[in-house]
């Protein structure tokens, strides 16, 4: 067979999406349709910067999802022959399945555009669940910072300081180094994080359901059945059931990113409530009798919403690029993990002679992370019309 030209390798790439496509254009038609009915997110379908930024982020998100649809080799079968091969390259003769490498093949012979494919599952399954268990994290130690203040604000607000003095990047870098793991540091601080989530939902239903006690043992036990159940599988690969398990590697970079962006959080947080908590409705929920727990949760986190989602937003943007960096440096979740770092690392070393393996997962990193940006900045436009 003959090579692809750059118009066939499009539309072939094209075709591979069509699940993509198509789940694309059932989100956004069904969310217009129902657009003044959803909220903050009906709302967004008004931002001409934040559709385009929802677009380009959900383009990944089911990439991810469909990706063992839309691959057309395995990311980490070798093929003889294909090593450094160019886009659109015919596989050798008596081979068998897709005829082609639409992107290239690596320096190991492996499909370019199969790895960039795979390698968006690799990232989303990490940086949006990090993220939100550093906001989990932040919020349960923000909210009564700000709200009591004193000696737990001190006491606080000196630990998040002392974190973020380090640079991050050499933070993160540090975190993740061999000699470092070897200590067990990372899964002493998974067995301290992990907790963190728990405890917000057992407090939230507390706080919420407090004068009516039948309900609230229903929903604090239930939460913690389930988030022990979690907790024992994702921090100590103990799940009695051996349904729930996180790799060493995948703890140790989750872990990370969540400990290098709690302490932003907290001081986001923080800050939201010595602001809020000034105001006539909080003021009224005391008069009332409310408890603080119940004001903190019910009354303040609410109407912290707007800036906390630009915020998740743009956090996840952060930490797919601290994936990517650490990928870049070797220290991501496996050697031969198709995540966009890695991939990108392999191909700088030839980048001068062979740029095809590189560039794919660069411009994908870099697709995902502007659309991250322009959906916060879409939803923080959005926001401020409230």
């Known amino acids: 067979m003959d ?7 499009l539309a072939q790439m094209l075709l591979q999406f069509t699940p993509v496509w198509i789940a694309l254009a059932v989100t956004l038609g069904i969310s217009r349709a129902y ?31 469909f990706a063992n ?12 022959g294909m090593k450094n091969a160019l886009p659109g390259s015919p596989m050798p003769d008596g081979h068998e399945g897709y005829g082609y490498y639409l992107l ?16 968006a599952r690799e990232v989303l399954k990490i940086a949006p669940a990090a993220t939100l268990f550093a906001f989990m994290v932040g919020i349960t130690l923000g909210l009564p910072a700000g709200y009591f203040g004193g000696f737990l604000d001190t006491a606080l607000s000196f630990i998040a300081n002392l974190v973020l003095a ?16 070897a200590t067990g540091i990372p899964t002493y601080m998974a067995a301290v994080l992990f907790l963190f989530p728990i405890a917000f939902l057992v407090v939230l239903w507390n706080a919420r359901f407090f004068t009516q006690p ?19 599988g994702l921090a100590f690969n103990a799940d009695p059931l051996g349904v729930v398990s996180m790799p060493p590697n995948v703890l140790i970079v989750f872990v990370s990113v969540v400990f290098v962006n709690a302490p932003t959080v907290f001081r986001i947080v923080r800050g939201i409530v010595l602001d809020i908590k000034t105001r006539d409705y909080v003021a009224a929920g005391q008069t009332r009798g409310e408890g603080p727990w119940y004001i903190m949760l019910w009354e303040i986190l609410p109407n912290a919403r707007g800036p906390l989602i630009v915020d998740f937003c743009l956090r996840i943007g952060y930490t ?32 001068s002679i062979y740029p095809h393996p590189a560039l794919p997962p660069a411009f994908a990193l870099m697709s995902l992370v502007l659309g991250l940006n322009l959906l916060a900045d879409g939803l923080r436009e959005e926001s401020l019309k409230d």
């Open 3 to 9: 090579p692809l030209s750059w118009g066939a390798i």
């Open 214 to 232: 039948m309900v609230r043992n229903i929903y604090v036990g239930l939460t913690l059945a389930l988030g022990l159940w979690l907790y024992s």
């Open 69 to 80: 649809m839309i691959i057309t080799h395995e990311p980490l079968t070798v093929i003889s």
């Open 166 to 181: 380090f640079p991050v990047i050499l933070l993160f870098y540090l975190l993740v180094t061999p000699e470092i793991v």
């Open 320 to 351: 797919t690029i601290l994936l990517g960096t650490l990928g870049f440096f070797g220290l991501g979740v496996s050697p031969e993990s198709p995540d966009w770092g890695s991939t990108i690392n392999e191909g700088r070393r030839l980048l």
């Open 104 to 119: 290239g093949g690596d320096n190991l012979a492996r499909d370019v555009f199969s790895r960039m494919v795979m390698g």
């Open 35 to 65: 657009k003044r009915r959803l909220g903050l997110y009906g709302k967004l379908y008004d931002s001409g910067i934040g559709i385009a930024g929802f677009t380009l982020v959900m383009f990944w998100v089911y990439t991810a999802v």
